[in-house]
């Protein structure tokens, strides 16, 4: 675009400004659109899961329904409780959708399709994320309001423990690649991280979950426990641009899986037809976000305790053993630094696999003793409070 408004006639700086502009507009525009596509999505497949119809009345399959639904919002009354901080309690709603917005700049779309293709990509992708906690603890302190209140504190506790997996996780495929630009991660991928480091994805999955905040780590909003956690407070359009942030979360990090483990755009003629790697990367993006679904829509919340207690005795110490792992062997194998084609990448793909199962099995040999003990620890305290009840009679 630059090129087309130079020889228009603009100048330099000033057509870099306009095409700069523009882009910005056309990434951000497409979040918000994708939001009311990806809420009738969402609500459509949540109804086929629990065996009804979804929304089916508004436009054709109930594809329009969202229109209406954000109409209703934006014209809801907008209530500020006394003694609120204002400023406070009107800007966490807005900060909580720029912070996933500005996200959105260093995401490869294609093959020379990116905002800005920054080489600390990785570590910007860590910075603005942590805009999302912020916006949350403004929420719940700003609303004079204790389940609010008490809503952030476990809001930015959940937040900050899994945050810390996922940049461990996060870390492998800067390794592997030896870049922290998405654009070089992908660009590496001449076989799909996720073939090669299955454990790291999984823990990269789990964690995001949590940072999302979605089903089973949804406490932050626990309307059973805490009403609406930090959102309590908040009505009309201001409600809406949690919302809104919320959905645009899930399918940011379901991008994001897909550039770091998935292969991105990468696909055949994906180079010679840029908008092929675009599609190539929407289909592996909405693989992860119906994972995510599929999710949200079979699992119980867990208690706040059980969450922190898996995250700082489980996730952490797994995803640092992993780690370790993936870097010793990746030093092991020869010529790792030169990977330069599909044949290059075939046997420290193997090497790492192999690695992974080794430790999967392990991992799972771990749990079954640990699933055992709990299971006798939980007999025995029966038999203490109900000396009818035998050693068998839970089975």
């Known amino acids: 675009m630059t090129d087309v408004l130079l020889d228009i006639g603009f100048s330099h700086d000033l057509a870099v400004l306009i095409a700069k502009l523009v882009g910005v507009v056309v990434v951000a525009s497409f979040g918000l659109v994708w939001t009311l596509f990806g809420i009738w999505l969402e609500r459509k497949i949540a109804g086929r899961f629990q065996d009804r119809l979804g929304p089916n009345r ?32 009107n800007i966490a709603p807005v900060l909580s959708v720029f912070s996933v917005l500005l996200a959105w ?44 209140l008490l809503g952030a504190f476990r809001g930015v506790a ?12 996060l870390l492998v495929p800067v390794l592997l690649s030896g870049s922290m630009s998405l654009q070089g991660i992908v660009q590496q991928q001449h076989i799909m991280y996720f073939i090669a480091v299955p454990m790291t994805f999984v823990i990269f999955f789990i964690s995001s979950l949590a940072e999302m905040g979605r089903a089973p780590f949804d406490l932050l909003e626990a309307e059973s426990e805490l009403v609406a956690g930090y ?4 009505s009309g359009m201001k409600f809406g641009m949690f919302y809104v942030g919320e959905f645009l979360h ?52 867990v208690r706040i305790d059980q969450m922190l207690a898996f995250n700082w005795k489980f996730l952490v110490p797994l995803s640092l053993g992993n780690l370790l792992v993936v870097a010793f062997l990746w030093k092991l194998v020869p010529d790792t630094n030169a990977i330069n084609s599909f044949g290059d990448a075939v046997v420290p793909t193997l090497v790492l696999l192999v690695a992974n199962g080794l430790m999967a099995a392990g991992l799972l040999v771990y749990l079954r003793g ?3 003990r709990e299971r006798e ?13 035998t050693a068998g009679s839970g089975d």
């Open 105 to 148: 700049v260093v995401v490869p779309f294609a093959f020379g399709w990116t905002g800005s293709d920054l080489s600390i990509g990785v570590l910007y992708l860590v910075a603005v994320g942590s805009l999302g906690e912020i916006a949350v603890l403004m929420a719940g302190w700003s609303s004079n309001n204790k389940f609010a």
């Open 58 to 89: 508004v436009g054709p399959f109930g594809v329009l329904q969202s229109l209406p639904d954000a109409v209703k919002i934006v014209l809801k009354e907008d209530i500020i409780p006394t003694g609120a901080d204002k400023w406070v309690f």
């Open 158 to 169: 959940q937040l900050i423990s899994y945050e810390i997996p996922m940049v461990l996780a």
């Open 370 to 372: 640990e699933g055992l």
């Open 377 to 389: 620890r939980v007999q025995a305290r029966l038999v203490a409070v109900d000396p009818a009840v």
């Open 231 to 234: 959102m309590t407070e908040y």
């Open 250 to 301: 899930a399918f940011t990090f379901s991008v994001l899986a897909a550039i770091f483990f998935l292969g991105g755009w990468k696909g055949p003629f994906a180079e010679d037809v840029p908008f092929l790697g675009l599609i190539y990367l929407m289909i592996k993006a909405m693989f992860a976000y119906f994972a995510m679904m599929w999710i949200r829509m079979t699992f119980p919340r």
